[in-house]
Antibody, heavy 121, light 107 residues
């Protein structure tokens, strides 16, 4: 069974940092781009970042460029999101998702269960 | 960025009804469109990709159509488990963007 399990969310003060993790299983992790997608409370979905199979290409939504860093450890089938200089507007459930399609811009399946990040003083 | 606009934002329907949800892109995206279903407190689940291809395991009452800028998700006969919020998403160009969602509620 394909499975994605996020961890690392929590409460952090504005300006603080947090590192999210996503453990992948049930598929060949090294064959897929991977993404982070977030959803603010009561709001819609927003793609945050993705990373190529070998980590050589990374893309970000403008609102997180320079603050967030996506990375992966293929030996441990894991995806990460390092979030620095956090703002209140970064408060959201963060989902790890497997990219589907043949290129760098993809649709997503499956999604993890999500981890909640709350930025507040 | 490509803007995705869904309509309506919500609708009320009964079990057995035919339901249609629209999604419009701010520029042409060919058939690079996906649809997702999200139930409360759950992760989104993919339904349709490439505008009209049914994802494995998704019931055949779901179908997608359209190309260019105008797309439609149709549920041919609404079932109790279909009450949820539906999102479209373009993957024509960066950044991938989602519509605002359509909440399907029980009438």
């Amino acid at each position: 069974e394909v499975q994605l399990v996020e961890s690392g969310g929590g409460l952090v003060q504005p300006g603080g940092s947090l590192r999210l993790s996503c453990a992948a299983s049930g598929f060949t992790f090294t064959s897929y781009w991977m993404s982070w997608v977030r959803q603010a409370p009561g709001k819609g979905l927003e793609w945050v970042a993705n990373i190529k199979q070998d980590g050589s290409e990374k893309y970000y939504v403008d609102s997180v460029k320079g603050r967030f860093t996506i990375s992966r450890d293929n030996a441990k089938n894991s995806l990460f999101l390092q979030m620095n200089s956090l703002r209140a507007e970064d408060t959201a459930v963060y989902y790890c998702a497997r990219d589907r399609s043949s290129g760098a811009v993809n649709w997503f399946d499956p999604w993890g269960q999500g981890t909640l990040v709350t930025v507040s003083s | 960025d490509i803007q995705m606009t869904q309509s309506p934002s919500s609708l009320s329907a009964s079990v057995g009804d035919r339901v249609t949800i629209s999604c419009r892109a701010s520029q042409g995206i060919s058939s690079w469109l996906a649809w997702y279903q999200q139930k409360p407190e759950k992760a989104p689940k993919s339904l349709i990709y490439a505008a009209s291809s049914l994802q494995s395991g998704v019931p055949s009452r779901f179908s997608g159509s359209g190309s260019g800028t105008d797309f439609t998700l149709t549920i041919s006969s609404l079932q109790p488990e279909d009450f949820a919020t539906y999102y479209c998403q373009q993957y024509h160009s960066y950044p991938p963007t989602f519509g605002g969602g359509t909440k399907v509620e029980i009438k």
